[in-house]
C-alpha cells in the first residue's frame, strides 16, 4: 500500500516546503490548509495552491514524484509537468509541446524515464523555455 503524503509551502516568511498529511479543518475557500510536519509533528499552515499529493511513484534517481513537479523524459527528449486529472481519478504527465499547450499522458507509462528537475512553484520558468 503506497503511502499518502502531501507537501505544501509554509505561508510564512521563507515559503519552505513541508511535508507531511493533510489536515480536516482549513478549507481551500478560507484559503487556509494545515499539513502536520513529518519531521517536527507541528501543523503548519500552508499555501493552498502549492499543495500538492504524492503520486506513489520515485523518479529514475529515486526521487518522490509529486503533483505540480517538472520532469524531463530523457527517453522521449521531452518536458512536462505533474498533474493530477480529476475526470480520470489519476495522476499524469502533461508533456510541454511547442506553442505552450500540453498532452496528458498516463504517468506510468514514464515513470522508469522520469527525472524531476524542479516544481511549478519554485521553478515556473521551466516551462516557458519551449514557448518562446
Known sequence: MRKIIFRGKIDDY???W??????SGGC???KVVRILDNETGDEENV???T????TGLTDKNGKKIF???IANCVEFNCCGKIDWNSEEAGFY???LLDGGSYEEEFIYDYSDELEIIGNIYDNPEMLKSKVD
Open 93 to 95: 504527465f502533461s508533456v
Open 51 to 54: 499543495v500538492g499529493q504524492f
Open 18 to 23: 513541508v511535508y507531511g498529511s493533510l489536515l
Open 67 to 69: 503533483e505540480g513537479d
Open 28 to 30: 481551500l475557500e478560507d
Open 14 to 16: 521563507d515559503h519552505k
Open 47 to 49: 499555501i493552498p495552491e
